[in-house]
């Protein structure tokens, strides 16, 4: 059976459910690498040192898979049960979404190093 990586096109365009899906999907790629580009910035301008960069990235995607996994492992199958795929893709959307305004409203512009002589004034 030999196909090419396209030959399912045709049925993800036809298909509103699949587009919607791949469009999620895509859109969550996307703002994932935002963030993450986001976050680096943030930390290159306020931690210098590589080492003790590597540490903060370290300890994030440490906490980041532990919460990941306690949370599949003692609420998800509960909550699955108790309301539904239906509500339950609902309100990962909308805690998603309500995540990334919540952050969006918080950040603040990283400006590169102050020189002498110049100000990061508008």
């Known amino acids: 059976m030999e196909a090419s990586a396209f030959a399912a096109l045709p049925e993800l365009i036809r298909s509103p459910y699949l587009l919607g899906v791949a469009s999620w999907v895509s859109l969550l790629s996307f703002g994932a690498t935002i963030v993450y580009y986001a976050q680096a910035n943030i930390v290159s301008a306020t931690i210098h040192d590589a ?60 400006r590169g190093g102050d020189t002498p002589g110049r100000t990061n004034a508008g």
């Open 51 to 110: 080492a003790a960069q590597t540490r903060l990235f370290a300890s994030i995607d440490l906490a980041v898979g532990l919460l990941s996994l306690a949370t599949q492992v003692f609420a998800t199958a509960k909550f699955l049960k108790r309301f539904g795929t239906g509500i339950a893709g609902r309100c990962f959307a909308c805690h998603l979404c309500g995540g990334l305004r919540s952050a969006g409203d918080r950040a603040e512009p990283v």
